[in-house]
């Protein structure tokens, strides 16, 4: 890795095993799921100020992203070129809550690991909001593209310092195995290889008892947060995890709601000029 990556790195706060993604890894991404622009299933609508009935903060929220509707690759194109060039902050914002569907997305893969789901979509933001920062509008690639790396990488690193049930890596080379071992089993699948533990130590340059044993840690973390409790006991270790959604009424969520939107967005204003500094 070059001199200057490694500074970038140091300076952005990242894990060494989040680097930038390749025009390579871009152009194989798999689509993002989005959130439909429609009304809850039971034609409840949270936002509305005269529904008594409680919402929780997560449904308060997908209310409020789906007020921001998709944007074109022109429009797109035109708000990063008036945030570049004239440093439009209103652009800026435009382009993250646009695409707050992203990390939505993202965050929703990895609920089987027991992690708040609000927790989850803000990290998911933050990596947005560095996306930002960092994309090429001269690239050939949609931003939800580029933005989904950073958000998955957030999310990632999140899960990596802040999970408990399972100690999932503690050296430098099982992090890049915790980050990498799935995409890089898929990337030799698509090539038409059958990856076996040898072939993955060597492209991702480990041993190869660290790939088997991440392997198992991976596999099983669905599996164990499925199986029963206990021999005599019903339900499984997700029946008793904390909830995921805390009930709450309609003031509190939509509280909780711009509490949210305002600290993130002050934080990612306060840093829109620091990137030419």
């Known amino acids: 890795m070059s001199a200057r990556k490694q500074d970038e790195l140091h300076e952005d706060s990242i894990e060494p095993e989040i680097v930038e993604p390749s025009d390579e890894d871009l152009t194989q991404a798999e689509p993002v799921s989005v959130l439909p622009d429609r009304p809850e299933p039971d034609g409840h609508t949270p936002t509305d100020s005269h529904d008594v009935v409680p919402v929780t903060a997560l449904q308060q929220y997908l209310a409020e992203v789906r007020r921001y509707p998709y944007l074109s690759k022109e429009e797109e194109l035109r708000l ?32 089987h690991t027991g992690a708040d ?53 503690t ?7 915790f980050y990498n071992l799935k995409k890089e089993k898929a990337k030799l699948e698509r090539e038409g290889f059958a990856p076996d533990t040898k072939m993955l130590a060597d492209r991702l340059n480990v041993r190869e008892r660290d790939v088997i044993e ?64």
Do not use: C
Request: glycine share 6%; net charge negative; aromatic share 10%.
């Open 171 to 177: 050296t430098q080379d099982q992090r890049k195995l």
């Open 80 to 111: 990063f070129h008036e945030y570049r060039t004239h440093g439009d902050r209103d652009a800026a914002v435009k382009l993250i809550m646009a695409n707050l569907r992203v990390s939505l997305s993202i965050a929703a893969e990895y609920l």
């Open 214 to 277: 991440m392997g198992q840690r991976l596999g099983n973390w669905e599996l164990s947060l499925d199986q029963p409790i206990g021999e005599d006991q019903e339900g499984s270790l997700l029946d008793v995890l904390p909830s995921q959604q805390i009930p709450a009424d309609e003031q509190l969520a939509q509280t909780q709601l711009q509490t949210l939107f305002r600290a993130k967005l002050a934080e990612f204003i306060k840093t829109l000029d620091e990137r030419d500094e």
């Open 117 to 169: 789901h609000m927790d989850l979509i803000q990290e998911g933001n933050v990596g947005l909001m560095h996306a930002i920062k960092k994309f090429d509008p001269s690239k050939n690639v949609r931003f939800y593209a580029y933005a989904a790396w950073w958000s998955r990488a957030y999310i990632l690193r999140y899960l990596l310092n802040t999970y408990r049930l399972v100690k999932i890596g």
